[in-house]
Each structure stands twice: as structure tokens, then as C-alpha cells.
């Protein structure tokens, strides 16, 4: 890991510090917390303690709710994001099903891509 990664995710901002850069309330934060959308790091005492790059999910998050996704949408595309890494297994069956499809021996009727 980068020396710039290290810092941005490294957990030193408030909650209140986080509410002023997104521009979310700390009801809101607590709720995505609360949906498993973000796991921000807590203090020995309980406090949440917010990283760099926990405040750019908050962002991304407040802007697909802007362009009209649901939530439930934007668990499912976090979840897609954070699982977006290939096992070389499916990445070969992708590949030999997309070399199939290309040569004409399968149809996306038959074999829809998912």
C-alpha cells in the first residue's frame, strides 16, 4: 500500500468533521452505517472515527441518491464495486462463453450474460 493510501484510509475525521465535507447529517451517516454501506473505524470509547476514503463512499452514496437510485440500488452497486475482482475460474468462463458467442455457437437467449 502507497504512502497516500495509508493516509486516506486512515481514520481521523469526526463525525461532525464528515458531516461538513459531504454535506450529510450524522442521522444520515449513522443510517448508511446502519444499511452496511460504510464501516467506519470506532475509538476504544465507541466514537466513529471517519477516513478520506470513507468520506468519498459518503459522496459517491449521496450522488446516486441524487440521480435517483434507491437505496437498496446503491447497496447493490457498492456491493458490485467491492466484489468487481474476477476469480481467474469465472474469468475463464466469461471468456470462453464470449469466444463461444462471437464464433455463433451460443445466443444471449440461451445463455444470457449476467
Avoid at 43 to 68: C, F
Wanted: overall charge neutral; charged content about 25%.
Amino acid at each position: 500500500m502507497g504512502e497516500t493510501e495509508v493516509r486516506r484510509s486512515t481514520p481521523v475525521l469526526s463525525i461532525g468533521t464528515a458531516c461538513t465535507i459531504t454535506g450529510l447529517t450524522a442521522r444520515q451517516i449513522r443510517y448508511y452505517e446502519a444499511q452496511g454501506l460504510l464501516t467506519p473505524h470506532r475509538t476504544a470509547g465507541g466514537q466513529r472515527q471517519y477516513s478520506m476514503n470513507d468520506v468519498d463512499v459518503l459522496l459517491a452514496i449521496k450522488d446516486d441518491l441524487s440521480a435517483g437510485y434507491t437505496l437498496t440500488q446503491v447497496k447493490e452497486r457498492r456491493a458490485a464495486e467491492r466484489n468487481n475482482n474476477l476469480s481467474d475460474e469465472k474469468a475463464r468462463v466469461l471468456l470462453r462463453d464470449e469466444m463461444l458467442r462471437t464464433a455463433g455457437f451460443l445466443n444471449d437467449t440461451e445463455y444470457p450474460r449476467n
